[in-house]
């Protein structure tokens, strides 16, 4: 065979397999989709460490919800970012490529703005009021906003209050904020509070935030005992101020394309799976919560508790930027649920 | 004759406004990324939150856009050993079902997917969370970036003295 022959015949077969591939896409999408005997798989992704308390409950709610369904739905729980951050995974779920999303609701505020609310400093008088208002007719109708967004919301999870730990000088009343740099959740709320008390909100990611504070980049950070402990920021961030400013709990969230294709049944049970986990999350919360702060403190990280009150009170004009709008009046329900 | 160098002129002028365009955007996040670093090491001055976020959205623009003008220019990476043992006329009908394949990519992926992923996100009225600026309009990128490539890719397939051989392509 001359080289002409030989390269047509190459090209030829080239192309005609590329052809065929792409005949047969149509037919590997519905053996994906329709499943053998209808076993339906749902995956989940979130950021958090798998020793993590939420990562835990989830799991948890995997092995219910497999039992409730005798094996008919499988939720696979994919953490530590492996599907990408939580903004990422939030479109994800909007666009129906990713059944469900554990997220921060300071995250979600810029998909579902109704959650700003849990932005605020000292909205909740205690745990005992925070558990009232997320379980109570107010959280609800939080979780609902997400609908016309495609974010269907399941549950709330706890995530504790955040305070403020410092590298050298001790955050003990409003006003040692001022002309330090903190860093702050990547959310309009977070960042207008330090502002306010006439500090610095520097935005890091997450990752990166182990070294900033290492190098002196900033003065501190905020965050939940656990997760000051399991990121190891204690390590270099050596004074805990306990001033628990705010209490932004995690949310799960449901694609609205997939939950829609679900059966009443299937729904049920995934309803049933999550709302037991969130009790057994609680717990394991509160455990996990009371060791990390004996643990940090064994550390020789020393622990303080600030008069809240002071906080609250140069906090407060907060309110007054959301007076009129709609999260003002729902911070306005969430102090009258008594 | 005129009008088709009128056209001609017209669509000159079209690549060179973006190769200005993505010029001058490379030259913004140059500048935001530097000012992100002195405002947080500068004392006095408030470390600058929304840096960060404009930078991210920068790359994109400039990468999408870039691409584009790479693709015009022949610039992208391509495994053309076996190609080149081609004969010539092999070689030309090659190089005509690549472009259809990018222009089947280009219209298909980008410009249809792109316009879909840009009025979903505009209709879930998603926000940035700094800016507070609507991520569907930084999306427009994808399809935009789609529309060059394909009429690049046309632009190409109607070539006068047909397209060159793929191993003559300059690497840029």
Known sequence: ?338 | MSVTRGAALAWHGIVRGLEIFTSSLFVALVVVVLWGVVSRYWPGIVPSDWTEELAVYLLVWVSLLGSALTYRSRGHLGVDYFVSHFDPAAQRLTVILVELCVLLFAGFALCYGGYRLVTDTLGSGQLTPVLQWKVGYFYSAVPLSGLFISAFSIEHLLEPAGPPATGAAPAA
């Open chain 1, 1 to 338: 065979m001359d080289r002409k022959a030989v390269s047509f015949l190459a090209l030829g077969l080239l192309a005609g397999s590329l052809l065929t591939t792409a005949a047969l896409l149509p037919s590997i999408r519905s053996a994906r989709t329709g499943g053998a005997s209808g076993r339906i798989v749902l995956k989940l992704g979130h950021v958090l460490p798998p020793s993590h308390a939420v990562h835990i409950a989830m799991e948890f709610m995997a092995t219910r919800l497999s039992e409730l369904s005798a094996g008919t739905v499988e939720l696979q729980v994919f953490g530590g970012g492996q599907l990408g951050s939580e903004p990422e995974n939030i479109e994800q779920a909007q666009r129906g490529a990713l059944a469900m999303v554990k997220t921060s609701a300071a995250a979600l505020e810029g998909f579902v703005p109704d959650m700003a609310v849990f932005g605020l400093p000292y909205l909740f008088r205690d745990e005992e009021h925070y558990w009232k208002v997320l379980l109570g007719d107010v959280g609800e109708e939080i979780l609902r906003a997400g609908d016309p967004q495609g974010v269907h919301g399941l549950c709330y999870y706890d995530s504790g209050s955040r305070s403020f730990y410092t590298l050298t000088k001790p955050i003990l009343r409003p006003e040692d904020v001022r002309e330090m740099k903190l860093r702050v959740l990547p959310s309009r709320t977070a960042r207008d509070m330090i502002t306010l008390l006439g500090g610095g909100p520097t935005p890091i990611p997450y990752g990166e935030l182990y070294t900033a504070l290492q190098q002196g980049m900033i003065d501190g950070a905020e965050n939940n005992p656990p997760s000051f402990y399991t990121s190891r920021h204690y390590e270099v961030a050596r004074h805990y101020s306990l001033d628990e400013h705010t209490r932004v709990p995690d949310v799960v969230i449901f694609s609205t394309r997939i939950w829609e294709g679900l059966t009443p049944q299937v729904q049920s049970w995934i309803r049933q799976a999550a709302d037991e986990s969130v009790a057994f999350q609680r717990k394991l919360w509160r455990e996990q919560t009371e060791d990390a702060l004996r643990e940090v403190e064994k550390a020789g990280v020393t622990i303080y508790h600030p008069d809240q009150a002071a906080f609250a009170a140069a906090m407060a004009p907060m309110y007054e930027t959301f007076e009129g709008t709609r999260v003002g009046e729902l911070a306005r329900r969430v102090r009258e649920v008594r």
